[in-house]
């Protein structure tokens, strides 16, 4: 079973070792800010590009990216399909079971598929150009206490292993002629909630051991620590950090004068 | 002989299987086959990482051969789901605490042969026999976590018991157990493997492989090292060391005092005080 650390993709490049995770963060903080700003294909589909253009530049290859993008892409259809029944205006494109697509619903059903795919792929990005410990390391400096940041580094290292446990158990249940793919959609899912119980053991056994191992080890022995991560906002980082805030409210104020929409009835 | 080549008397039948989690990673197992008989007690032994446990899941169908066949109790493992295949080959997990889930011990060992669709007089029955055998019939209403480490390791045996499955494999019985628990465990194998069961059991344990199992499989680096009566396999020094293993300690001083006489395939703690008695003897 591979136990790993998050999604993160250890790669020698400038975003990886060079930006700071305090900058990388307000990145990721800016392009939410611009993917709510506007509804218009346009301006999300550039931003789209400059995040996959980012994510390349980092090296992090198509196939790390992929299920991002296909969770992208689910996104996008769904927009297609449901936003046109709320929003109507300009040629009617289509019209399925007597419903019209009209050439604006398309449109914004595409930006609102772009928007959540945005926010979904820009966090993966993120994610997969910051290490835990520096992402930890930059949230310590902004303010985060000690203990929160280990519960945070803890909790990243959690989820691949209690996935495991996941397996495990699941598979040991299975081992005693448990069908999981017998029933309709609602019994598998009472079915798999069993697993809720021996998981949340097996997790609080786990954090036990951990807190006592880190205990063990004079954790919380003093109130300030080093770290082995050291980080320097560079003067790269902070006009980064300054052109991502002019662009962000420049966005706002443009989306206000009405700039990038399509509709303004909804956001 | 049925159709499918298959003897009627094997209960488990690997033939030339090679194994890996990722299709692009390593191979873990390196063709190997198998035959295990119906009623037979045999041990695997290995050091860690060797591919006991990869080699075992693939029994129940928890892992598919990648290329090779296994035959579980006459039925291709890939046709089959893991559900069915528990039927004929109940799996123990090394760690209780990952087939526990019920809150009580009754529930606990009742899951099994509830998803066999038995009627519920049937799964009384079993579950009651299936705690009988483990002694824990005692503390059916006990909460299952709330047990001790021993007890829950035969909770777990007792709840794949109770699906009376004519394989059974069991892995690591008995680490974390005390001698006292590990034994309760064997003997409780043991008392199954006459009842005409299969049991499979993977271990680190070699007095306890010297004492009570009588066929023994060496697996080392995804391949079968040695296959034999354990007599045999284990006072083959250079055969274990192959596969980092050493003889029970008891074989290890019989091999020492060889040279005075004393046979140098002694197993148990009985069989090398009756070797020194007669060579003992003898000297007089």
């Known amino acids: 079973m591979p136990v790993g650390y998050s999604i993160y993709v250890e790669r020698p490049s400038y975003v990886h070792r060079r930006i700071d995770p305090r900058t990388k963060l307000a990145a990721l903080g800016a392009t939410f800010v611009f993917a709510l700003a506007f509804n218009h294909p346009l301006p999300l589909a550039l931003l789209m590009v400059a995040v996959l253009a980012i994510g390349r530049w980092a090296t992090i290859p198509w196939r790390k990216m992929a299920p991002f993008l296909i969770g992208g892409t689910w996104f996008l259809v769904l927009g297609v399909m449901v936003w046109p029944l709320y929003v109507k205006g300009g040629p009617v494109l289509l019209t399925p079971f007597g419903i019209e697509y009209t050439l604006d619903g398309v449109l914004f059903g595409v930006a609102m598929g772009l928007r959540v795919a945005l926010m979904v792929i820009a966090a993966g990005v993120w994610m997969m150009t910051t290490s835990p410990q520096r992402l930890t390391e930059g949230l310590l400096r902004l303010g985060l206490p000690h203990k929160a940041g280990i519960a945070m580094t803890a909790a990243i290292r959690f989820v691949p292993l209690l996935n495991a446990e996941r397996v495990t158990i699941q598979e040991a249940r299975q081992a005693r002629a448990l069908d999981l793919q017998r029933g309709n959609p609602f019994s598998r899912a009472v079915r798999s909630i069993a697993i809720i119980g021996p998981l949340f053991i097996r997790a609080i056994d786990v954090a036990q051991s951990l807190a006592l191992a880190m205990d063990a080890r004079g954790f919380g022995a003093r109130d300030g620590r080093s770290s082995i991560v050291v980080l320097t906002f560079s003067r790269t980082d902070r006009v980064i950090v300054f052109v991502l805030l002019a662009t962000c409210i420049a966005a706002v104020v443009g989306r206000l004068l009405g700039f990038g929409t399509i509709t303004k009835d909804y956001l | ?284």
């Not at chain 2, 034994?183 to 010297?210: E, F, P, Q």
């Open chain 2, 1 to 284: 002989m049925t159709s499918n080549g298959q003897r009627p008397d094997v209960a488990i039948d690997v033939d030339a299987i090679t194994f890996r989690y990722e299709p692009k990673s390593p191979d873990v197992l390196h063709g190997v086959s198998l035959q295990i008989h119906h009623g037979e007690f045999v041990a695997m032994i290995g050091q860690n990482g060797a591919g006991k446990t990869t080699l075992a899941k693939t029994f129940n169908g928890l892992l598919k051969p990648t290329t090779g066949t296994v035959l579980a109790g006459g039925t291709d493992t890939r046709t089959a789901s893991v559900g069915q295949l528990a039927r004929s080959v109940g799996y123990v997990y090394q760690n209780p605490d990952h087939q526990i889930f019920a809150q009580r011990v009754r529930a606990e060992v009742a899951f099994g042969p509830n998803n066999l669709k038995l009627s519920e007089a049937e799964v009384a029955e079993r579950v009651q026999e299936a705690l009988e055998l483990v002694d824990l019939a005692d503390h059916a209403d006990e909460f299952a976590f709330s047990l001790g480490r021993g007890q829950r390791q035969k909770l777990a045996v007792a709840s794949v018991l109770a699906m009376r499955p004519p394989t059974l494999v069991v892995d690591e019985p008995t680490t974390g157990l005390d001698q006292k628990g590990a034994k309760g465990i064997l003997d409780l194998l043991t008392r199954w493997n006459t009842h005409g069961r299969t049991i499979i059991v993977i271990t680190h344990d070699m007095t306890l492989v010297a004492e009570r199992v009588p066929r023994t499989v060496v697996v080392g680096g995804g391949r079968i090292i040695a296959d034999g009566p354990t007599r045999e396999v284990l006072s083959n020094q250079e055969l274990l060391a192959e596969a980092f293993l050493r003889p029970p300690q008891v074989t290890r001083v019989a091999q020492r005092l060889a040279r005075y006489g004393v046979a140098s395939d002694a197993l148990t703690v009985p069989e090398l005080h009756a070797e020194l008695s007669r060579v003992l003897r003898g000297a007089v």
